[in-house]
C-alpha cells in the first residue's frame, strides 16, 4: 500500500518534469536555430516538422531527466510534510521505498530503449533530411557574399554575390569558375537556375589558350552540392549493429545508445537514495541539479575520451557505473 502510495506520488510531478525538459530542449533547438529560420525563409511547418522529428531525441533527454525531478520533488513533499519521519518511525525501511521507483525506471527505460534503438533513427534520418533541405535547398536564401563551393568532380564556383529572386533560382555577381581540366570561366554575371550556373558575356580561357569570348554558358552546378551524411544517430538499431562489426568508429554510439537507457535506472536509484536521505525538503532541489549536472558532465567527458581513443566504445557506460556505484553505496547506508 505504502509503495503504490509512493508511486502515485511520483507519476504527477514525473508528468509536469517530462513536459519541463521537453519544453527547455525544444527551445534550446528553436534559439539555436533561429539565426538559419530567418535567413533562409523557413517556413511555419517546417519548423513545425523539425520540432515533430526532433521530439524522439527530446524525449530520450527527458524521460530520464523527469524522473530525477519527479522522485525528489515526492520525496522533498513527504519529508515537508514529515510522512518521511512517519514512516521511519512506523519500523518500515527505507530500502523498501526504492522498488516501487526501480520498477518504474525499469519500465521507462524499456521505453528509452525502444525509442533509442528504432524510433529516434528513424526521425532522426527525416530530421537532417529537413535540415539539410533548409540549409542547401535548390535555391539560395538571403544574400551570399564571397561564395565559393566545390562541388565533386565539377571544379571550383565562385560568386562575389549571390542574390535570391523571384523565379525560384539565384543573380550572381563577379563569378569565376575553374573546371577540373583548368579552364577559367569569368563573368560579371550569371543566373544559378536548373542545376547550372549560367554565365553571360563570359570569357573563357584554357591552358596555353588565347581568351574566348561567350555569350551565354551553362556550367553544371547540382542544386544540391554538399554532399549529405548518413549519421550514426540516423541508423536503426540493427544496422547500426552490423556496421559496428566493421566500423570501429561506430562501436561506441552502439554502446551508448545500451548505456543511455540503462541510465535511466542508475538515475532515479540514485535519486531515490539521495531523496530517502536528506533530512531538509529544500536540499531535494539542490540534489535535482547536482545529479543532472555531474551525469552530463561524465556523459560529455566519456564522448571526448572515446573521440581521442582514450578509452574504447565500453566507456559509454562511464556515467552509468559511476552512478550504479554510489547508489550501491547509498543503499548499504540505508541498510
Not at 1 to 14: C, V
Not at 27 to 55: A, I
Not at 133 to 151: C, D, F, M, Q
Amino acid at each position: 500500500m505504502l509503495q503504490r502510495y509512493l508511486l502515485r506520488e511520483i507519476l504527477t510531478p514525473y508528468l509536469l518534469g517530462t513536459l519541463l525538459f521537453i519544453g527547455l530542449v525544444t527551445t534550446d533547438l528553436l534559439s539555436s536555430l533561429s539565426g538559419v529560420f530567418l535567413s533562409r525563409g523557413t517556413t511555419w511547418t517546417q519548423v513545425g516538422e523539425l520540432v515533430l522529428y526532433r521530439m524522439p531525441y527530446t524525449l530520450g533527454v527527458a524521460l530520464p531527466l523527469g524522473l530525477v525531478f519527479a522522485v525528489l520533488v515526492a520525496l522533498a513533499r513527504w519529508i515537508r510534510d514529515s510522512e518521511l519521519k512517519t514512516v521511519y518511525a512506523a519500523g518500515i525501511a527505507p530500502v523498501r521505498l526504492l522498488w516501487p521507483v526501480l520498477g518504474l525506471a525499469v519500465f521507462v527505460a524499456g521505453i528509452a530503449w525502444v525509442n533509442a534503438g528504432w524510433v529516434k533513427p528513424e526521425a532522426q534520418a527525416r530530421y537532417d533530411d529537413l535540415i539539410y533541405e533548409i540549409y542547401y535547398g535548390h535555391a539560395p536564401s538571403g544574400v551570399l557574399t564571397n561564395a565559393a563551393y566545390a562541388p565533386q568532380g565539377l571544379g571550383v564556383y565562385y560568386a562575389r554575390r549571390v542574390y535570391p529572386d523571384d523565379a525560384g533560382g539565384g543573380r550572381l555577381q563577379g563569378v569565376r569558375v575553374v573546371t577540373p581540366d583548368g579552364v577559367v570561366w569569368s563573368a560579371d554575371e550569371g543566373v544559378w537556375k536548373d542545376a547550372n550556373w549560367v554565365l553571360k558575356n563570359a570569357w573563357k580561357t584554357a591552358p596555353g589558350a588565347r581568351p574566348e569570348f561567350w555569350d551565354t554558358i551553362p556550367l553544371p552546378f547540382p542544386s544540391r552540392f554538399v554532399e549529405k551524411k548518413t549519421t550514426y544517430e540516423s541508423l536503426p538499431m540493427a544496422e547500426l549493429r552490423e556496421l559496428a562489426k566493421v566500423d570501429p568508429q561506430a562501436r561506441f554510439p552502439l554502446q551508448r545508445r545500451h548505456a543511455d537507457a540503462v541510465g535511466v535506472i542508475a538515475l532515479a536509484w540514485l535519486a531515490a537514495v539521495v531523496g530517502l536521505s536528506l533530512r531538509e525538503a529544500a536540499w531535494a532541489f539542490v540534489a535535482v541539479v547536482l545529479l543532472i549536472f555531474g551525469y552530463y558532465v561524465l556523459w560529455t567527458l566519456a564522448a571526448q575520451l572515446a573521440r581521442f581513443a582514450v578509452v574504447g566504445p565500453y566507456g559509454a557506460w562511464l556515467a552509468d557505473v559511476v552512478y550504479f556505484a554510489l547508489a550501491l553505496a547509498g543503499t548499504r547506508r540505508l541498510l
